[in-house]
Structures are given as C-alpha cells and as structure tokens.
C-alpha cells in the first residue's frame, strides 16, 4: 500500500496545493513545502521494503502493478530531494510572479509524474506517467511564455516521436505475448531471436534517447533548459532528463538483460560497442559546444548533455565498474547540475534576470555563499577530486582502460578540459573580475535560496569524501542486474590493478592547506586592496571596462568554432522547413473561394464520367 | 609507520630543493648560451627569502585561499609520484588520480588570479587553459598508452615492471612513440621558453602573476619549482623506468632537464595559436600513432 499511498500524496498534493493557492499564497507555499518534505520522508521509509503491489482496474482488464526495487527507490530518493530543494528555492524565486498556484500545481505534478514512472512495473502505467511528466513539463518550460514558448515547442514536438516510438515497442511485446507486466515479459524475452530484441532496443532507444537528449536526439535540451525558470531547469537537467537514463537501464539490464543485449551484433558492430561510441561522441562535441555559449544557462544545459554521454559510455559497457560508474554519475550529475542551475537561478533573481556571461562579474564580493556554491559545482561537474564526480568519473575511466577501450576513454578524458575552460568562464564571468557599478548595492540570495546551495554542495563533498556510502547501495543494484560484485569500501575501491582511497587524498590534502597556510601566515600580513587599486601600466584605470570577458578563449574559438556546428538541429530545421513548404502547397488547394470548390468538383465529375465512357 | 610519515614530510622537501635547484640551473645554462655570465644557482633561494620580507597587497578571500590550495595540490600530487622507491600515498590512487590531481594547482591559481580584477590575469589565464587543452590532447593520449601497455592504473606497479625489465621506452616501439610525444610536450606542460605566452611579461605584464608580491610570489615560485619536478619526475616514472635509488633518480631527471633546456633555449616565443597548432600537429600525431600500435600489437 505504500507506493499507492506515496502516489496518492503526490498527485493529491499537487492538486491541494493549487486549490490553497486560492485562498492565500501564504497557505498554498505552506502546502508544496510540507508535501515535498513528505515525499523525501515516505521514500526513505521504503529503503530496503522491496515490494510489488498489484491494482485490478476494470478497464481493458489490464492490471497495474507497482514495483520497488533498489534501482527504483534510488532514483526516488534524488527525485523526491531535487524536488523538495527546487521547491524551497521557489518560494523566493516565483513570489510576486503571475500564474504561481499554476506553477507549483505543475512542479508537483512533474515530481509525482517521475515518481510514478519509477514505481511502475508495467510497461503501461509507465507510459502514463511518462505522459503527465512529458505534458507538465512543457507548460513548465513555456512558462514564461516570449522565447520559452518556441523552445516549449520544439520540446513536446520531440517528446511525442519519442512517445510514439515507445508505443510502438510497447504494442509490439502486448502483441506477441499477452502481457505488458515487466516481471512477466523477463523470461519471454530471454527466449526471443536477437533480430527482434535489436529492433525492440533500437525504439526504446530513440524513446529514451530523446529525452536523455542522446546524440543525435538532444536538440531540443538547451533552448528548453535556458527558457525554463530556473528552478525547473534544475529537475529538468538534475533529473527529468535522467528518467531517460532509468529507462534505458529498465530496457537493458531488468527487460533484455545483460546476457542478451552483451551478446548483441559482432566486434566493432555490437550493439553495446555502437552505443559506448554514441556516448563518447556525446561527451565530446556537447563540452566543446558549451566553451562557446554566452548564456549561463544554456552553458551549463550544453553540459547537461554531455554528461550524459558518461553515463551511457557507463552502462553500455556491460562491466560491474561501468554499470556502477553510470549509475553512480546519474545521481552525482543531479547534485552538481541542479546546484549550478540554481545558482544561475539566485544570480537571476537579484540582477532581474540576467544571464548573459558579458554582463555580469565581481558579484563574489555581494554573494558569497552562491559563489561558494558555484564553485563546488564546478568543481563536481569537471571532476577534482574530493567531489562526488571524481570517483564516478574513475570507476567509467578504469572500467575503460581495463576493457581495452583506450579511444573511448580518450574522449571521455579529453571532455575534462572542456569542462574546465567552460566552467572557468562562468565562474570568471560572474563572480571574478571587476563589479559593474550597477550591481554596487545587490543583496546576497534570501535564505530559502542559500539553503538548498548549501545542502547540495555537502552532498557533493560528502560523496567525494566518504564514496562508499551511495557505492555500497549501488554495487547491490549492479548485482541484482547479475554482475560482479565490487569491493568497496567506506573510503573508495579496493582492486589489484588500483586502489582508489579519497579519505586518504582529503586527510593529505587537508595538511598540506594547512601547512601551506601557516608558512603563509609566517610572510608579512598583505594589505587589502579595493578592486579600483590595480596595476594598469600606470594608467588610469577605465571603470565599467576593466574587466575581460567577451570572447574569454578568442583564439581558440577562431580556431574551432568552424567544426562546432550542431549539424543535426540544422538538419532538423532544414527537414521542419520541407514540411513546412509541403503543408503550404497542401494549403492552396483549400483556397477558401466557393468558386474554386465548384471548380474541383466539376474536375472530378468530369474525370469520373471520363473513365466511365473510355 | 614512522617510515611512511617521514617519507611523506621529506618528499616534498626533497622536491623543493631539486626545482629550486634546477630553476638555478637553467638560468645559468641560458645565460651561458646567450653569452652571458647569468646569477648565481642559488639565486631563486635568495629572491624567496627577499620576497617574503616584502610588502605585500590581498584583493580578498579567495586570492588568498586560491594559491594556498593550489599549492597544498602540488605537495599532494608529489606524495603519488614514486621518488625512486619512495611514494608514500602511490596505494591510494594511481594515474587517474595523478592525472586529476595535476588539475587542482591551474585551477586554484586561476581562481585566485580572477578576483585579483586584473584583465591581465584574465589573459594570461585564458592562455594558460587553452595552452593547457593544447597539450592535454597528446599528454592524455600518452598517458593512455602507457596504461594500455602496462594493463594496470597504477604508477607504482609501471615502475615495479620496468624495474624487473626494460625501460619502457626501449621496452616497445608505441611506448618509444609515447616517449618521445612526451618530450616534445614537456616545455609547454611548463611553461619554458617558446611557450611561455602565459607569463609574458612584455605583453600582458606577467599574465597570471600582475596582482601577486611578496609572499603570494615566494608561494608561486615553490609551486613553479614543485611543478619542475613533478613534470620530470612523472617522464622519468613512466619511462626511464624509475629508479632502484635516489642518486640515479636524481641523474635521471637531471638529464632530461638539461637536454630540454639546450633545445629550448634558442626558441622565440610563440603566439598562442601557433602553440596550440604545434601541439594538436606533430606531438599529438606520434602520440596517436603510438596509442594506435598498442591496441595491435
């Protein structure tokens, strides 16, 4: 009964919640705070309760059953916290905005909707909420309405050819064997012919595909995660996204099975090959993409699809440390990505919306903790070690070198150093250099906003810190989808070919600060200086123009801007434009004169009687 | 016990005194090549004491925290490189962890560089990251060589290897590829004469360094001589086969130093783009060819 009574509180809330907001704002914030909070409550009850439960409905008589495994309350978990985190940070961020009871009963329905998705054990009832998170999401991302509406569009356009193929593959197995519960289907597929469970892999790849915005499918994620508000954009790239990602461990590992996707095609042309170098690829052009974006939130989406290349490179791979590796960087992705786009989100909120990178800087001085944050983020996303990136991004490496896979490695490797010139670039951009005068008196963000910064950047720590917390848990996942088990550790990994301990690099790392800073206290005390008392060649110092930022890696952009076309949405403009130009031709036909009409038909009577006498 | 927290206190000094050493040593080399008398050795000593007796200007926080964990990254990524037999964390991580680690000390600069609100510092770091992307490309493909031929991650099980047989270089014809890829990247990895448009100080007043005096500049230079080493000593590591003692090691990397220097020494400097076209060109190609050989052979 607890995953229905979770659902119920899900969807029940969301519609309380919108009622309250007719009553009083006051209430109605009151609500979505305490239900989110619930949510987090109710599935951390469910750990380790692994159940199913069965719900008869009259209707087609097909039955709907709700499942909890471990993969499952994992995802729940990163999608009850991101949602109660997004929803404090909102109460600032949407206040005195119009439409707000509309936006908070869609926020909710967004997180019910996901964690129906996650709880469902047909194929189904996922579908439905695959539906209501699909359709909630878009009048969230069109929200805003001017630019966010065509970015809107292009997302729900892609969204439903990613429905349709998932129907089709979903139809596909009712047809042949009666039943679309997933415990069910297991040993049917085990028996299929490798011919059909590539074409079945092949649609729910481009279902899934689609909204885990995989090479070639992604175009529609940076103008939908730049048009968003800012706290949607952090459910909708911490997690929204990711759902993808469940579904393509769903189909792989708890459908098909490790066996009989593993063994799928030949050498280079395996299945599981092909979609390792989809996720390469992904890593690499995305990364580089980002370095040239002058819009912090359509930086940071650009990255969003990037990484989402070392995930699929992860669970693609088929080994105990990829899957883990994967598995572990879904979540350790929503952690850093959600806390960026929330930054962006306090840095929107105090500018009034600024998010051009050439506009801002200093704001390190006004906003301290939002900086702080930022820069664990980063920090997280490029992968230092001692944040949670780090050691997912090691166990993906090390599974690849260890395979033999040096090339695929190579691009995951090489997109670090995009991440870094990228994220040096927002940091650079925002908090460093010279304030502008207009941000003079900026306030630093309310506390509803700090909070949530400062929970994910422990998290982030936390899991860099002490690793085996969340690898524990996840080893148990890889080895319920019959893979090896690891050994880990509290501190990390223990194996012949390395050893990964993070306790020990924090302890040396801590000393050697320390250290460091005592030899630094010994050095006579530096004086602080205002930003104007700076060296210009003896110059007077230019104020509001002192501070470099457009085009911050110019040479490097003039040397490869050329190459860093997203060929694809080209493509798919050029192809919306052919359609576009049919339907006008279709369109002269219904000239909407009667005379014309009368034309038509004497046309047809003539060609009908034509035929009859010849 | 005892041995492993003595190692680990005396590794980075040992350090510090052979890139300060060496920091001597080529000024007098390149002097001497330029026909001129040069400072003494010691000099880089003589400036540190000096420059910690100087005033000194802090344009906030994390100007202050950036360096200092720049640093403290340094020394922790030393404690992973095998000194001769010497590497007292080298169980905690290996090459990735290395190749991670080597990313905190340009990172921390540049963050305390960028509150400095200089646009020189900007320059010099935008240079620095993108001199950094241009020898990445080979130095990964290297490094990815080396640990596809030796099968394992870690550095200290690659030295143990070669100690047991050839040095790697001579050991194979891709790791003789990585090798010399690895040479031909090292001045730009620091930053030596024909690729130190990061530092240049005609042009943008030192780059990175324009706000920093006193003991911010003392800090630098430690972390430049830190750098020196962990550069040679990770060539040496990987493969000139490490070493069985002290003194060998120390002559190992000694070599390398001096023949870089004789090379270096009689370059202009480069403008950024033409560093970056050199590195993705001749450099990256072996390095590739070299990767490629060993996933055939």
Known sequence: ?614 | MMIKIIEIIALPLIAFIIGIFFMGLARKIMARIHWRYGPPIFQPIIDMIKLLNQKSVSHGFIFDFGIIFSLAGTIVLILFIPFAKISPLSNSGGLLVILYLMLIAPLGLAISGGEAANPNTSIGISRKFILALGYEVPFILIILAVMKSFHSISLIHIVNTQQAGNWSIFSSVPLFLAGVAYFLILPAMLGLRPFDMVTAPQEISSGPKVEYGGKYLALISIEHALTLYISLALFVDLFLGGASNLIIFFIKILVVFIIGIFINAVFPRLRIEQAVKYLWGFPTLIALVGLILTTII
């Open chain 1, 1 to 614: 009964m607890t995953l229905q009574l979770i659902l119920l509180i899900g969807f029940g809330g969301a519609i309380v919640t919108y009622f309250a907001g007719k009553i009083s704002s006051k209430l109605r914030e009151i609500f979505a705070v305490i239900i989110s909070l619930l949510l987090v409550g109710m599935v951390i009850y469910t750990y380790g309760r692994y159940s199913q439960e069965i719900l008869k409905i009259g209707f087609l008589d097909f039955e709907i059953v709700f499942t909890l495994n471990r993969l499952s309350c994992l995802f729940a978990f990163a999608i009850t916290v991101i949602g109660a985190l997004s929803i404090i940070f909102s109460l600032s961020y949407i206040k005195g905005k119009e439409r707000s009871d509309f936006y908070y009963l869609m926020m909710l329905l967004v997180n019910a909707s996901m964690i129906g998705i996650v709880f469902s054990g047909d194929l189904i009832s996922f579908y439905i909420f695959w539906e209501i998170m699909s359709w909630s999401a878009f009048l969230l991302i069109s929200y805003t309405r001017g630019n966010a509406l065509p970015a809107g569009m292009k997302y729900i356009i892609m969204s439903i050819i990613g429905s349709a193929a998932y129907l089709l593959g979903i139809s596909l197995i009712y047809t042949n064997y009666g039943t679309l519960t997933i415990s069910e289907i297991v040993p049917f597929i085990a028996s299929a012919s490798p011919n059909y469970i590539l074409f079945l892999l092949i649609l729910f790849f481009i279902a899934f595909g689609i909204k885990n915005a995989v090479l070639p499918f992604h175009t529609w994620l940076p103008p939908a995660h730049s048009e968003a508000p800012s706290p949607f954009s952090a459910i909708l790239s911490g997690i929204l996204v990711r759902m993808g990602m469940y579904g393509f461990l769903l189909i792989l590992y708890i459908i098909v099975g490790l066996k009989n996707f593993i063994v799928l095609g030949k050498g280079i042309y395996s299945f599981h090959y092909i979609l390792a170098w989809i996720g390469a690829i992904n890593i690499v052009i995305p990364t580089f993409i980002a370095m040239l974006q002058n819009d912090s939130k359509r930086l940071l989406a650009w990255h969003g699809v990037g990484q989402g290349g070392y995930m699929v490179l992860g669970i693609a791979l088929g080994t105990n440390l990829g899957v883990a590796g994967g598995i572990f960087h879904i979540f350790n992705h929503t952690s850093y990505i959600a806390l960026l786009f929330l930054v962006v989100g306090a840095i929107e909120y105090r500018t009034n919306g600024v998010r051009n990178l050439n506009s801002l800087g200093g704001l390190i001085k006004k906003m301290p903790v939002t900086f702080i944050g930022a820069l664990i983020g980063s920090f997280g996303l490029i992968g230092i070690p001692l944040t949670n990136g780090f050691v997912s991004k090691w166990l993906i490496y090390k599974s690849l070198i260890l395979e033999g896979y040096p090339f695929l490695a190579f691009a995951a490797l090489i997109g670090t150093w995009g991440t870094i010139l990228s994220l040096y670039k927002f940091i650079h951009n925002i908090f460093l250099g010279q304030l502008p005068q207009k941000y003079e008196n900026i306030k630093k963000a309310p506390f509803s906003m700090q909070l949530p910064l400062i929970i994910l950047s422990t998290i982030i720590i936390l899991f860099g810190i002490l690793p085996g917390i969340p690898l524990k848990f996840i080893n148990n996942i890889g080895i319920s989808f019959g893979l090896k088990s690891l050994n880990v550790n509290i501190w990390g990994i223990t194996s012949e070919t390395g050893t990964l301990n993070t306790l020990n690099i924090f302890f040396a790392l801590l000393v050697a600060c320390i250290v460091v800073w005592l030899f630094f206290k010994i050095g006579k005390k530096s004086r602080k200086v205002s930003q104007e008392d700076n060296y210009a060649a003896g110059a007077h110092i230019p104020v509001e123009k002192y501070h470099y930022t457009v085009d911050f890696y110019a040479p490097l952009y003039k040397m490869i801007s050329k190459y860093l076309k997203d060929i694809v949405d080209i493509f798919y403009y050029w192809i919306a434009g052919i359609v576009e130009s049919l339907c006008n031709v279709v369109r002269k036909i219904y000239s909407g004169d009667i005379g014309t009409y009368v034309g038509y038909i004497l046309l047809f009577l003539a060609v009908l009687i034509y035929i009859y006498l010849g």
